[in-house]
Structures are given as C-alpha cells and as structure tokens.
C-alpha cells in the first residue's frame, strides 16, 4: 500500500502559478504510476495529467496542456504538479492518484490510492 498527502493548494490571481506536491509513504514509490485530477464544486472528478513510473512519460488533458507539468522525484517519492497561467475554472480540490499496474491513464476507477486532496482557488 501507499499512502499519498497532497500540500501546495491555496488562492491565487488569475494568471499566477502554483505547485502542487504529493508526498507517497509506504512501498517503493516507483512502482506506480502517477495521476493528477480535480474535481469542482457541483462537477464530476477529472483528469488532469499522468506520468509513468520513470517519468519519461506524460499525458495531459486538454485544458491544461501547455500551462500544466507533472513531474516526480523517485528519490524523494514525490510527485509535483506545476501550474502556470491559472484560470478561475481551474478552481478545484486535487488529488493526486497511485495506480499499481499497468499505464498511466486518464481514467480515474483505474487507480488504486488516492490522497485527500488540496484546494486550489483562482481568483478573477
């Protein structure tokens, strides 16, 4: 098992920047793949990027690509989301997500841990 604790969440301006950590304790942080979602209020959870066990490998969803980057540390099993260019509708609670087999996806069911999230607010 891995226990997963998110830190970095807060209130920002719109057009500022952010970094959100994930800090895994318990089995070798390395043998799982990564994810980043969010959920807003009153909306459905969603994905928001993903990163292989090496971190040679990255995905994105649409609406962050270009202003979002997800990163790990093995060393330091941590993983990072770096948000630049936040807008108000990035407003949300993320969580950061283990997946113990197979890819990285997007698809949030097929993750195994999940922490209890931070809160990041954009103001306009």
């Known amino acids: 098992q891995v226990q997963l604790v998110e830190s970095g969440g807060g209130l920002v301006q719109a057009g500022g920047s952010l970094r959100l950590s994930c800090a895994a304790s318990?089995?070798?942080?390395?043998?799982?793949?990564m994810g980043w979602f969010r959920q807003a209020p009153g909306k459905e959870r969603e994905f928001v990027a993903a990163i292989s066990r090496s971190g040679y490998s990255t995905d994105y969803a649409d609406s962050v690509k270009g202003r979002f980057t997800i990163s790990r540390d093995n060393a330091k099993n941590t993983v990072y989301l770096q948000m630049n260019s936040l807008k108000p509708e990035d407003t949300a609670v993320y969580y950061c997500a283990a997946k113990d087999l197979g890819i990285a996806t997007m698809v949030g069911r097929q993750y195994d841990y999940w922490g209890k999230g931070t809160l990041v607010t954009v103001s306009s």
């Open positions: 318990g089995r070798t942080f390395s043998s799982y793949a």
